[in-house]
């Protein structure tokens, strides 16, 4: 049976984990975007937490819910400020007040969450979202800038937020019209947004699932940050392990030296031409080498480069390695031959500083810890979960392909997912194996997306501050699509109208392909055509011809003397040193060591006609 089926289970659940007042059930419906059952969950949990620290989790989940799945931003910032009063000594406070800042500016009450999120970042800086309220303070503060340039229904736009505008593209808004262009445009942008808000439109399926999708993405990537990202950078330590691996290896540049050989047949003859090369009137090596060496080096005055270890024969290196430059070995006895060896250059074995590498491996080591964070951290999550995949149901098309912590996988995940993938690359992925390299994707994002909604990871300033611009834009493109180009209606009477009233731009004026010859005199060119017309000159004929110069006469002569047929003429002409030329953008072919016309395609003959002290002519191109 072709069946795959995984199996984790993970260790045994503690007594307080069984005891837990928000279920990790309700995280699943999250993930799976289950919202209403995931909104009834939450009604029955709030009556039953009757404990203090149950009922400070069951609301602070409700108003998370409130806040994040339901956009309802009062309802979740009345929970949230209850909860601080109730419980003004609880551990998360500091959380807690991080999101009652973050309802106030999504109901855009920007003075009330700016105040908020300024107690977390300076008293409660190390708690969890200490740095993300300092950051977004920056938000609030774009909001409650006293410099208004415009109100749009009470709600302000600031110099600032125009300012940075203006800061992306500097030079396009240089003129003062263009500026204020730039402010209508954001005006517009408003009333869009909450003409978007006051119609629903959050609650449209195509939206939501578009809004979603993008969401999601976002939160993905602050799971990534708080699990792999935000521990991954290397420590000095890790940085010095790394280079004390690779130092031999990658950091250190070996002894080299730049030497040159001479090979000779025997040792009387190397210890002869050696005595030469040392004597009192000596020599030039290059001249000794290429008088009577044997190696193809020879004429480069048996130069072997510069070379390390391991890298030469080793009679070779032995001898070069000994000596220092400007020397010359005694004779080196090779397979069938005897050698001198003279060295020209030494340069010493080098290593890299520690300080000089650090650049080098402080990406590599990133990179490094990174895939071994997150490969640690997705296998804790499978282990901790039952994954059942039937391969036999992915292979033969079912739409159940299996289950992920009772999450149930289909065919509509995996082609949703392919869907995601450029164009470019998504075939690729459409074939057996593609496939299931999607599936393995698909579940590893359940799992992720099922761990980050359990641990709030949308909370993060950095998914916060994307979702809320992309959100914003989404919204003005939907609701601008909606009421203009959605409504609007062409008949296929008036796409023919608008056709016919506007022929004369749709036609295309007849073409045709044409070549020319150019010859030096009119005499030359009627020459060269009667040529062609008598078919005496085929590769003309056939849309080519071979230009020559009039000392090459005689030699085009000889060359159709040699042709069999006139069809041959270029092959022979090809053969010959006179000068030639072939039209600019034909077609060639390589006949012995020359470039001459190919002979592919018939054409007409026409011409001559007169030029700027040339006569040419041209002819049609049937191809």
Request: hydrophobic share 40%.
């Amino acid at each position: 049976m072709t069946r795959l089926l995984v199996l984790a289970i993970g260790a045994a659940v503690s007594l307080s984990a069984l005891a837990a007042p928000v279920p990790d059930s309700l995280y699943r419906l999250y993930a799976t975007r289950e919202f209403d059952r995931a909104g009834a969950l939450l009604d029955e949990l709030v009556p039953a937490a009757t404990r203090p620290a149950d009922r400070f989790a069951v609301l602070l989940e409700k108003a998370d819910f409130l806040l994040d799945k339901r956009h309802d931003y009062a309802a979740a910032e009345a929970i949230y400020q209850d909860l601080v009063e109730e419980f003004p000594k609880e551990r998360r406070l500091p959380e807690m007040r991080y999101r009652l800042a973050l309802a106030q500016e999504l109901g855009e009450k920007y003075l009330e969450a700016a105040q908020n999120y300024e107690v977390v970042a300076t008293r409660h800086m190390k708690s969890r979202f200490g740095k993300d309220a300092l950051e977004a303070i920056e938000r609030c503060f774009r909001k409650n800038y006293q410099d208004r340039v415009a109100y749009v229904d009470g709600h302000p736009i600031t110099r600032i937020e125009l300012d940075d505008r203006i800061s992306r593209h500097p030079a396009g808004y240089e003129p003062f019209e263009r500026k204020e262009f730039l402010l209508d445009t954001m005006i517009d942008n408003r009333l869009l947004y909450r003409a978007a808000l006051n119609t629903g439109l959050l609650t449209d399926p195509d939206f939501a699932r578009a809004y979603w999708d993008m969401r999601d993405r976002y939160v993905f990537e602050a799971w990534q940050t708080r699990n792999v990202t935000d521990h991954a950078e290397p420590t000095e330590r890790d940085l010095r392990a790394a280079y004390n691996r690779e130092r031999d290896s990658r950091f250190t540049t070996p002894e080299k030296v730049r030497a040159a050989q001479l090979v000779v047949p025997s040792r009387e003859l190397a210890d002869s031409l050696r005595r030469v090369l040392l004597g009192a009137d000596a020599a030039p090596w290059e001249t000794l080498t290429a008088r009577f060496s044997t190696a193809p080096d020879k004429d480069r005055g048996g130069d072997l480069g510069l070379f390390s270890r391991g890298t030469r024969d080793k009679a070779i290196e032995d001898a070069a390695f000994k000596l220092r430059p400007g020397q010359v070995s005694r004779p080196v006895s090779l397979d069938t031959a005897w050698a001198l060896i003279r060295v020209t250059e030494r340069t010493p074995r080098t290593v890299k500083p520690y300080d000089e590498a650090r650049g080098q491996l402080l990406n590599q080591v990133r990179h490094e810890k990174t895939e071994q964070l997150y490969e640690a951290k997705t296998d804790e999550l499978a282990q901790a979960v039952a994954i059942a995949i039937d391969t036999a149901a992915l292979d033969a098309g079912a739409d159940t392909i299996g289950t992920v912590d009772g999450v149930t996988i289909t065919r509509e995940h995996i082609e949703r997912r392919i869907e995601q993938i450029p164009v470019f690359f998504r075939a690729q992925f459409q074939s057996p194996e593609g496939v299931r390299r999607i599936l393995e994707q698909v579940v590893l994002e359940q799992l992720i997306l099922t761990d980050a909604e359990a641990n709030h990871d949308w909370l993060a300033n950095g998914a916060v501050s994307r979702i809320l611009d992309r959100r914003a834009r989404m919204l003005v493109d939907h609701y601008t699509g909606r009421n203009t180009t959605d409504k609007v209606v062409v008949e296929p009477a008036e796409i023919e109208a608008e056709y016919r009233s506007g022929l004369d731009e749709y036609r295309v004026p007849a073409r045709v392909h044409a070549r020319e010859v150019v010859a030096p005199t009119r005499t030359r060119a009627n020459q060269l055509r009667r040529w062609a017309q008598d078919g005496r000159l085929p590769a003309l004929i056939s849309g080519r011809a071979l230009l020559v110069t009039d000392p090459a006469l005689e030699e085009l002569g000889a060359a159709f003397a040699q042709a069999d047929e006139t069809d041959s003429l270029a092959e022979a002409w090809g053969f010959t040193d006179a000068p030639r030329a072939v039209i600019p953008n034909t077609p060639t072919l390589r006949v012995g060591n020359r470039l001459v016309p190919d002979m592919g395609n018939r054409c007409e003959l026409a011409g001559p006609y007169p030029g700027a002290g040339a006569y040419s002519m041209g002819f049609s191109d049937r191809s």
